[in-house]
T-cell receptor, first 114, second 111 residues
């Protein structure tokens, strides 16, 4: 099983550029989420979704947009990249996002903004 | 609010034991533990639910004190493969849709 697949694995952008980080899962999970991880810090939730057409903000949503048109895909968009968005981005999924369900993480996208 | 993990880092010899603590200022419904090796994705270890039993997996177990809003992860007879950063994720609502993670405990097991 592929699980959670993130593309690209690495990306370098210039300030002001836009891009979309892709996330796809093949486990038919309703809940999907995006986190960013900065050095020495834990994972911080950016946005999450509990099903197709339903998204909500997490702890650090500013500068990021999401949409969920299918169960499988949950892309994260940076509209105008800033150096403060340099980070490692992880996508995760779980069946319904319930308390007794573990999250499955993708391998991450390492993003540098110059 | 972010849970507080302690210690921030620990170095062990193979076969030694370790305890990692996770404390929250909020009442918690569940605590989730993950391990992350350098350059890799976090990997699920276990979930502790309010009112649930202490969990265990091989030589790694955890407890959850609901009254103190604390969870502890116990690593017994550490193996080299236990090296990595351990994160707790806390869930005050019962839905786990907005887990808040601690800043991690870096565990290094030496031969």
């Amino acid at each position: 099983n592929a699980g959670v697949t993130q593309t690209p694995k690495f990306q370098v952008l210039k300030t002001g550029q836009s891009m979309t980080l892709q996330c796809a899962q093949d486990m038919n999970h309703e809940y999907m989420s995006w986190y960013r991880q900065d050095p020495g810090m834990g994972l911080r939730l950016i946005h999450y979704s509990v099903g197709a057409g339903i998204t909500d903000q997490g702890e650090v949503p500013n500068g990021y947009n999401v949409s969920r048109s299918t169960t499988e895909d949950f892309p994260l968009r940076l509209l105008s990249a800033a150096p403060s968005q340099t980070s490692v981005y992880f996508c995760a999924s779980s069946p319904q996002g319930n308390s007794n369900q573990p999250q499955h993480f993708g391998d991450g996208t390492r993003l540098s903004i110059l | 609010q972010q849970p507080v993990q302690s210690p921030q880092a620990v170095i062990l010899r193979e076969g030694e034991d370790a305890v990692i603590n996770c404390s929250s200022s909020k009442a918690l419904y569940s605590v989730h533990w993950y391990r992350q090796k350098h350059g890799e994705a976090p990997v699920f270890l276990m979930i502790l639910l309010k009112g649930g039993e202490q969990k265990g997996h091989e030589k790694i177990s955890a407890s959850f004190n609901e009254k103190k809003q604390q969870s502890s992860l116990y690593l017994t007879a550490s193996q080299l493969s236990y090296s990595g950063t351990y994160f707790c994720g806390t869930d005050p609502s019962g839905s786990a849709r907005q887990l808040t993670f601690g800043s991690g405990t870096q565990l290094t097991v030496l031969p």
